[in-house]
Protein backbone atom coordinates (compact mmCIF):
# COMPACT_ATOMS: atom_id res chain seq x y z
CA UNK A 1 0.00 0.00 0.00
CA UNK A 2 2.33 2.54 -1.03
CA UNK A 3 2.55 5.55 -3.86
CA UNK A 4 4.61 4.50 -7.24
CA UNK A 5 8.56 4.27 -6.63
CA UNK A 6 10.23 7.48 -7.32
CA UNK A 7 12.76 7.90 -9.93
CA UNK A 8 15.48 9.15 -8.32
CA UNK A 9 17.88 5.59 -8.76
CA UNK A 10 19.30 3.96 -11.82
CA UNK A 11 17.65 1.28 -11.29
CA UNK A 12 14.38 2.71 -10.75
CA UNK A 13 14.77 4.63 -14.25
CA UNK A 14 15.60 1.15 -16.35
CA UNK A 15 12.27 -0.62 -13.81
CA UNK A 16 10.11 2.51 -15.30
CA UNK A 17 11.22 2.34 -18.95
CA UNK A 18 10.65 -1.09 -18.84
CA UNK A 19 7.18 -1.91 -17.07
CA UNK A 20 6.04 1.49 -19.38
CA UNK A 21 6.72 -0.50 -23.01
CA UNK A 22 5.34 -3.56 -20.59
CA UNK A 23 1.89 -1.72 -19.63
CA UNK A 24 1.69 -0.24 -23.18
CA UNK A 25 1.52 -2.90 -25.18
CA UNK A 26 5.09 -2.06 -26.71
CA UNK A 27 6.24 -5.21 -25.70
CA UNK A 28 3.72 -8.12 -25.73
CA UNK A 29 2.63 -11.13 -22.75
CA UNK A 30 4.53 -14.32 -24.10
CA UNK A 31 7.46 -12.03 -25.52
CA UNK A 32 10.77 -12.73 -24.41
CA UNK A 33 13.65 -9.59 -22.95
CA UNK A 34 17.00 -9.07 -24.74
CA UNK A 35 19.67 -10.93 -23.42
CA UNK A 36 20.62 -9.38 -20.35
CA UNK A 37 23.66 -8.36 -21.82
CA UNK A 38 22.18 -6.17 -24.86
CA UNK A 39 19.34 -5.10 -22.82
CA UNK A 40 21.55 -3.28 -20.23
CA UNK A 41 23.44 -1.83 -23.61
CA UNK A 42 20.83 -0.59 -25.23
CA UNK A 43 19.40 1.30 -21.88
CA UNK A 44 22.70 2.22 -21.07
CA UNK A 45 23.21 0.75 -17.49
CA UNK A 46 24.85 -1.96 -15.79
CA UNK A 47 23.91 -5.10 -15.58
CA UNK A 48 23.74 -4.56 -12.04
CA UNK A 49 21.38 -1.81 -12.63
CA UNK A 50 18.90 -4.25 -14.81
CA UNK A 51 18.94 -7.28 -12.82
CA UNK A 52 17.52 -4.77 -9.74
CA UNK A 53 15.17 -3.36 -11.99
CA UNK A 54 14.19 -6.96 -13.27
CA UNK A 55 13.58 -8.31 -9.61
CA UNK A 56 11.23 -5.44 -9.20
CA UNK A 57 9.10 -6.18 -12.11
CA UNK A 58 8.81 -10.02 -11.52
CA UNK A 59 7.55 -8.69 -8.14
CA UNK A 60 4.97 -7.08 -9.94
CA UNK A 61 3.96 -9.96 -11.92
CA UNK A 62 4.91 -8.96 -14.84
CA UNK A 63 8.24 -10.73 -15.67
CA UNK A 64 9.36 -14.27 -14.75
CA UNK A 65 12.92 -15.33 -14.94
CA UNK A 66 13.98 -18.71 -16.13
CA UNK A 67 17.36 -20.27 -16.23
CA UNK A 68 18.69 -20.36 -19.69
CA UNK A 69 15.38 -19.02 -21.02
CA UNK A 70 15.71 -15.06 -19.81
CA UNK A 71 12.98 -12.29 -18.85
CA UNK A 72 9.31 -13.26 -20.36
CA UNK A 73 6.64 -10.87 -19.66
CA UNK A 74 3.35 -12.56 -18.37
CA UNK A 75 -0.09 -12.45 -19.14
CA UNK A 76 -2.31 -9.45 -18.17
CA UNK A 77 -4.07 -12.05 -15.76
CA UNK A 78 -1.15 -12.58 -13.71
CA UNK A 79 -0.10 -8.67 -13.39
CA UNK A 80 -0.81 -6.89 -9.78
CA UNK A 81 -3.14 -4.77 -11.16
CA UNK A 82 -3.51 -2.83 -7.90
CA UNK A 83 -0.10 -2.33 -7.46
CA UNK A 84 0.68 2.19 -7.51
CA UNK A 85 3.09 1.53 -10.28
CA UNK A 86 1.05 -0.50 -12.84
CA UNK A 87 -1.37 1.69 -12.31
CA UNK A 88 0.76 4.70 -13.06
CA UNK A 89 1.66 3.02 -16.14
CA UNK A 90 -1.45 1.81 -17.57
CA UNK A 91 -2.76 6.09 -16.42
CA UNK A 92 0.12 7.18 -18.37
CA UNK A 93 -0.73 5.56 -21.78
CA UNK A 94 -4.36 6.99 -21.79
CA UNK A 95 -6.31 4.75 -20.57
CA UNK A 96 -8.72 2.76 -22.95
CA UNK A 97 -12.18 2.83 -22.31
CA UNK A 98 -12.47 -0.97 -21.26
CA UNK A 99 -9.82 0.39 -18.37
CA UNK A 100 -11.76 3.44 -17.68
CA UNK A 101 -15.13 0.85 -17.42
CA UNK A 102 -13.50 -1.32 -15.12
CA UNK A 103 -12.49 1.53 -12.84
CA UNK A 104 -16.08 2.99 -13.00
CA UNK A 105 -17.05 -0.71 -12.15
CA UNK A 106 -14.60 -0.63 -9.08
CA UNK A 107 -16.03 2.59 -7.83
CA UNK A 108 -19.66 1.66 -8.08
CA UNK A 109 -18.70 -1.64 -5.64
CA UNK A 110 -16.51 -0.07 -3.26
CA UNK A 111 -17.81 4.49 -2.97
CA UNK A 112 -21.68 4.10 -2.51
CA UNK A 113 -20.56 1.79 0.64
CA UNK A 114 -17.92 3.96 2.05
CA UNK A 115 -20.58 7.07 1.54
CA UNK A 116 -23.23 4.80 3.79
CA UNK A 117 -20.39 3.97 6.32
CA UNK A 118 -19.09 7.15 6.67
CA UNK A 119 -22.95 8.82 7.03
CA UNK A 120 -23.12 6.26 9.90
CA UNK A 121 -19.79 6.71 11.60
CA UNK A 122 -18.09 10.54 10.61
CA UNK A 123 -16.78 12.60 13.31
CA UNK A 124 -17.21 15.95 13.32
CA UNK A 125 -13.51 16.27 12.33
CA UNK A 126 -13.92 13.72 9.27
CA UNK A 127 -16.58 15.73 8.66
CA UNK A 128 -14.85 18.81 8.55
CA UNK A 129 -12.07 17.30 6.37
CA UNK A 130 -15.47 16.76 3.57
CA UNK A 131 -16.68 19.95 4.03
CA UNK A 132 -12.95 21.63 3.47
CA UNK A 133 -12.38 19.21 0.44
CA UNK A 134 -15.87 20.37 -0.86
CA UNK A 135 -15.07 24.34 -0.43
CA UNK A 136 -12.07 23.26 -2.38
CA UNK A 137 -13.66 22.38 -5.24
CA UNK A 138 -15.72 24.85 -4.91
CA UNK A 139 -13.65 27.48 -5.68
CA UNK A 140 -11.01 25.81 -8.10
CA UNK A 141 -10.21 27.90 -10.81
CA UNK A 142 -8.19 25.31 -12.67
CA UNK A 143 -8.99 21.61 -13.82
CA UNK A 144 -5.88 20.99 -11.89
CA UNK A 145 -7.00 21.97 -8.63
CA UNK A 146 -10.35 20.84 -9.33
CA UNK A 147 -8.70 17.13 -9.67
CA UNK A 148 -6.74 17.98 -6.33
CA UNK A 149 -9.71 18.81 -4.76
CA UNK A 150 -11.77 16.32 -6.34
CA UNK A 151 -9.33 13.56 -4.59
CA UNK A 152 -9.46 15.08 -1.19
CA UNK A 153 -12.94 14.72 -1.19
CA UNK A 154 -13.05 11.09 -2.03
CA UNK A 155 -10.28 10.65 0.25
CA UNK A 156 -11.83 12.12 3.17
CA UNK A 157 -14.86 10.43 2.62
CA UNK A 158 -12.98 6.82 2.72
CA UNK A 159 -11.26 8.14 5.81
CA UNK A 160 -14.91 8.97 7.37
CA UNK A 161 -15.76 5.31 7.41
CA UNK A 162 -13.19 4.60 9.97
CA UNK A 163 -12.14 1.42 8.13
CA UNK A 164 -8.29 1.36 7.07
CA UNK A 165 -8.96 -1.16 4.67
CA UNK A 166 -11.04 1.55 2.52
CA UNK A 167 -8.37 4.16 3.59
CA UNK A 168 -5.66 1.82 2.09
CA UNK A 169 -6.96 1.47 -1.00
CA UNK A 170 -7.42 4.98 -1.96
CA UNK A 171 -3.96 5.38 -1.55
CA UNK A 172 -3.37 2.60 -4.55
CA UNK A 173 -6.29 3.50 -6.70
CA UNK A 174 -5.55 7.29 -6.30
CA UNK A 175 -3.40 7.83 -9.13
CA UNK A 176 -6.07 5.91 -11.39
CA UNK A 177 -8.86 7.95 -9.73
CA UNK A 178 -7.30 10.90 -10.66
CA UNK A 179 -6.57 10.24 -14.06
CA UNK A 180 -10.34 9.77 -14.43
CA UNK A 181 -11.62 12.63 -12.54
CA UNK A 182 -9.40 14.85 -14.97
CA UNK A 183 -10.80 12.83 -17.98
CA UNK A 184 -14.83 13.20 -16.77
CA UNK A 185 -13.84 17.23 -15.94
CA UNK A 186 -12.14 17.87 -19.22
CA UNK A 187 -15.09 16.14 -21.22
CA UNK A 188 -17.58 18.27 -19.74
CA UNK A 189 -18.53 21.55 -20.82
CA UNK A 190 -17.55 23.03 -17.51
CA UNK A 191 -15.54 20.97 -15.15
CA UNK A 192 -17.66 22.00 -12.07
CA UNK A 193 -20.67 20.04 -13.13
CA UNK A 194 -20.41 17.47 -10.64
CA UNK A 195 -20.69 19.65 -7.67
CA UNK A 196 -23.87 19.23 -6.62
CA UNK A 197 -23.52 15.80 -6.65
CA UNK A 198 -20.26 16.40 -4.27
CA UNK A 199 -23.00 19.05 -2.18
CA UNK A 200 -25.62 15.73 -2.18
CA UNK A 201 -22.88 13.10 -1.07
CA UNK A 202 -21.19 16.15 2.02
CA UNK A 203 -25.22 16.84 3.24
CA UNK A 204 -26.60 13.62 3.43
CA UNK A 205 -23.17 12.20 5.45
CA UNK A 206 -23.57 15.74 7.96
CA UNK A 207 -27.31 14.44 8.43
CA UNK A 208 -25.82 10.93 9.29
CA UNK A 209 -28.35 9.53 6.08
CA UNK A 210 -26.50 6.44 5.45
CA UNK A 211 -28.81 5.40 2.34
CA UNK A 212 -29.57 8.95 1.04
CA UNK A 213 -24.99 9.33 1.17
CA UNK A 214 -25.42 5.77 -0.60
CA UNK A 215 -27.70 6.88 -3.63
CA UNK A 216 -26.14 10.24 -3.61
CA UNK A 217 -22.94 8.77 -4.50
CA UNK A 218 -24.69 6.17 -6.59
CA UNK A 219 -25.78 9.46 -8.61
CA UNK A 220 -22.44 10.79 -8.79
CA UNK A 221 -20.67 7.84 -10.25
CA UNK A 222 -23.61 6.90 -13.14
CA UNK A 223 -23.29 10.63 -14.25
CA UNK A 224 -19.77 10.99 -14.50
CA UNK A 225 -19.84 7.26 -16.30
CA UNK A 226 -22.82 9.60 -18.95
CA UNK A 227 -20.70 12.05 -19.94
CA UNK A 228 -17.60 10.02 -20.83
CA UNK A 229 -19.78 8.17 -22.38
CA UNK A 230 -21.64 11.08 -24.47
CA UNK A 231 -17.87 12.35 -25.25
CA UNK A 232 -16.87 8.70 -26.57
CA UNK A 233 -19.82 9.46 -29.01
CA UNK A 234 -18.86 12.59 -30.22
CA UNK A 235 -14.99 11.23 -30.48
CA UNK A 236 -16.63 8.83 -32.88
CA UNK A 237 -19.09 10.80 -34.64
CA UNK A 238 -15.62 13.31 -35.41
CA UNK A 239 -13.48 10.53 -36.24
CA UNK A 240 -16.17 9.30 -38.99
CA UNK A 241 -17.18 12.64 -40.04
Known sequence: M???????SLYGHVMH???QRIVSGKVKPGEVLPREETLAESLQVS?????EALKVLSAKGLIESRTGVGARVLEKHLWNQLDADVLAWRC???PTDDFVD???EMREVVEPAAAASAARRR?????AAIDTAFRAMDAAQTLDEWTAADLQFHDAVLRATGNELLQSLFSVIETALGTFFTL???TASNFKYSLPHHQKVLEAIRRKQPEVARKAMQSMIADSQANLQQSRGRARKKAGA
Do not use: N, Y
Not at 123 to 127: G, P, V
Open 17 to 19: ELG
Open 2 to 8: RKPIAVR
Open 184 to 186: SAR
Open 102 to 104: KLV
Open 47 to 51: RTALR
Open 123 to 127: TAEQL
Open 92 to 94: ASM
